[in-house]
């Protein structure tokens, strides 16, 4: 399906010079002299490059449709990782850079959705939010308003994230994956 290039939106995978792209950011800007364009930092899929390009409203990419099927994790082999088909129950192996900044957050057992483009894997799809736990967070500092003062803490994972000066050392909470932010207390 091809769109125009100041239609391109974050998350949007563009096929591009002949590879798979991931749309990352976009900035629209409108020059007092000349078009509009859209300036876009997007990601390659199969190798990882990273690049920036002006697109103008005149250009048109193909926007690539992905096959989604939903997997199992199992296991974490070296730099690798375990996934299980749950229709089929075939096995698949996949490098963990694969998830990028939201490889902390995964677990095991954890449902996932694999993106497949011509039936080769490209990406990860964790849930968007998770339950963790607490096992780290900072003394509240008395004086501090509650509304707007948030606090270091560190997940079961490892992972830093800010919370309400509230939750303390052994609190479950729900995190968003892909923001690494707090929700709110799991329930």
């Given at each position: 399906?091809?769109?125009?290039?100041?239609?391109?939106?974050?998350?949007?995978?563009?096929?591009?010079?002949?590879?798979?792209?991931?749309?990352?950011?976009?900035?629209?800007?409108?020059?007092?002299?000349?078009?509009?364009?859209?300036?876009?930092?997007?990601?390659?899929?199969?190798?990882?490059?990273?690049?920036?390009?002006?697109?103008?409203?005149?250009?048109?990419?193909?926007?690539?449709?992905?096959?989604?099927?939903?997997?199992?994790?199992?296991?974490?082999?070296?730099?690798?990782?375990?996934?299980?088909?749950?229709?089929?129950?075939?096995?698949?192996?996949?490098?963990?850079?694969?998830?990028?900044?939201?490889?902390?957050?995964?677990?095991?057992?954890?449902?996932?959705?694999?993106?497949?483009?011509?039936?080769?894997?490209?990406?990860?799809?964790?849930?968007?939010?998770?339950?963790?736990?607490?096992?780290?967070?900072?003394?509240?500092?008395?004086?501090?308003?509650?509304?707007?003062?948030?606090?270091?803490?560190?997940?079961?994972?490892?992972?830093?994230?800010?919370?309400?000066?509230?939750?303390?050392?052994?609190?479950?909470?729900?995190?968003?994956?892909?923001?690494?932010?707090?929700?709110?207390?799991?329930g």
């Amino acid at each position: 399906m091809k769109i125009s290039g100041v239609d391109i939106r974050p998350g949007n995978i563009i096929e591009y010079e002949g590879g798979i792209w991931k749309v990352a950011k976009i900035q629209h800007t409108q020059p007092g002299k000349g078009g509009a364009y859209m300036q876009v930092e997007m990601k390659n899929l199969i190798d990882g490059r990273k690049t920036n390009v002006r697109f103008r409203s005149a250009d048109t990419v193909e926007k690539v449709r992905l096959d989604t099927k939903d997997y199992q994790f199992l296991y974490e082999d070296g730099d690798m990782l375990v996934f299980m088909d749950t229709d089929t129950y075939e096995q698949i192996n996949l490098p963990s850079d694969l998830l990028g900044d939201a490889r902390p957050f995964l677990q095991d057992g954890m449902q996932v959705s694999l993106e497949l483009w011509e039936e080769r894997p490209i990406s990860v799809q964790l849930p968007s939010q998770i339950e963790a736990e607490i096992v780290e967070a900072d003394a509240v500092v008395k004086g501090q308003t509650a509304s707007s003062s948030y606090k270091p803490a560190v997940l079961d994972n490892g992972v830093r994230i800010m919370v309400p000066p509230h939750i303390e050392s052994g609190t479950r909470i729900v995190v968003d994956v892909y923001e690494q932010s707090y929700v709110g207390k799991a329930g």
